[in-house]
């Protein structure tokens, strides 16, 4: 099968969904099937970058070109299905790209399409401001007409939440689960941990400002266990929060900083730290990639957000048992978790996602 995967961006290291987008493309790759990819609005690239199998084209670049030269990929590379790897700010810098449906389908043509969608509109949870849910309004109608103008055969998305979400508006998604972006690296990453030593927990990717660890630190603090937190990779807009919580939380919980890093270096740490953690709320963590990564490795991840609820979707069973909510028996899960054996989920996910596309 010939697949064309189609996102934002496809910069490095610098884009989540460009990262799941080539690694799923290899992986497909491997197994037989030819893959290209193409990004559409690329702000790491100034122009076409025309690379093997690949084709970037620069945000600044006039829609119009951009068209006219992912079309003439496309001709060339005759792809039997397009997969569309969707984020709304992937393709406008406030999600709100009206004529994205259009600038699809005029590049995209009359072949099959497939679309993944790794996160929706904004505003549907229940205490979203009024702003956010008009934004909301706009992104979701673009993503309706989007999966119509193209006719899109198969849809994905990575959690429950979502699901329900696009069916209330009578689209038909699958679940694909993600897998992580960072290869394990180390055969063993089993850590073993005493009562009286420091409990070390490690954080990996963006952290939002909406994000408080007070209750989580709350209950640590009750073990009587040294406390070190660790982040590794980019921060995003989370910058100045972290600067705070190490003010506030200093004289209690040890800070570390390690910054962006290989993948080589990332999977070594994910693999020395006694927990994740994440910032994603526990009704959308299937949606995290940093989460996907810490599983892949075997590590058990603290979900320490649960305030966000979409109305009329009950809470999720969780699809891992690796992931510890902090609720009224997070002591009891965390002093029981342990490491498990690295499990890679890709092979899995990219079958499911080729049986899914040839169905």
Not at 253 to 262: M, N, P, Q, T
Not at 313 to 326: F, H, K, N, R, Y
Request: one cysteine or more; charged letters at 20%; glycine letters at 8%.
């Amino acid at each position: 099968m010939k697949i064309l995967f189609l996102t934002g961006s496809l910069e490095p290291g610098k884009d989540g969904v460009g990262d799941y987008t080539t690694v799923l493309a290899g992986e497909c790759g491997r197994l037989g099937h030819s893959t290209f990819l193409l990004s559409l609005n690329d702000p790491w690239v100034t122009g076409p970058l025309r690379q093997p199998n690949q084709l970037r084209l620069g945000a600044r670049m006039s829609w119009p070109d951009r068209v006219n030269a992912a079309r003439a990929f496309l001709a060339q590379c005759g792809p039997e299905i397009v997969s569309l790897q969707f984020v709304p700010y992937s393709f406008h810098a406030a999600g709100l790209n009206f004529a994205l449906p259009q600038i699809l389908s005029a590049i995209i043509g009359h072949r099959r399409v497939h679309a993944m969608f790794h996160e929706l509109w904004i505003g549907a949870h229940t205490s979203a401001p009024l702003k956010l849910r008009i934004f909301g309004f706009c992104q979701r109608k673009i993503i309706e007409n989007t999966i119509r103008k193209l006719d899109c055969r198969v849809i994905h998305t990575s959690n429950p939440v979502y699901i329900r979400l696009l069916a209330r508006y009578g689209l038909d998604a699958k679940y694909l689960p993600l897998f992580g972006s960072v290869p394990v690296t180390t055969a063993d990453s089993s850590v073993a941990r005493a009562d009286n030593k420091v409990l070390h927990l490690g954080m990996f990717g963006a952290i939002h400002p909406e994000w408080s660890p007070a209750e989580l630190f709350a209950r640590l603090e009750s073990l009587g266990n040294p406390v070190r937190l660790t982040h590794i990779g980019r921060i995003g807009p989370g910058e100045s929060l972290w600067t705070d919580l190490t003010r506030r939380y200093g004289l209690k919980v040890e800070f570390g900083r390690l910054g962006e890093r290989s993948l080589e270096d990332i999977s070594q740490f994910l693999s020395s730290v006694d927990f994740g953690v994440s910032a994603t709320p526990l009704s959308l963590i299937g949606k995290s990639g940093s989460v996907a990564a810490m599983l892949d490795h075997g590590l058990p991840v603290i979900v320490s957000r649960n305030d966000v609820h979409f109305r009329g979707i009950p809470g999720s069973a969780l699809d891992s048992e690796l992931l510890i909510p902090v609720d009224a028996n997070f002591l009891k899960r965390l002093t029981a978790a342990k490491r498990q054996p690295p499990k890679p989920r890709l092979p899995k996910v990219a079958a499911q996602f080729l049986k899914d596309l040839g169905a």
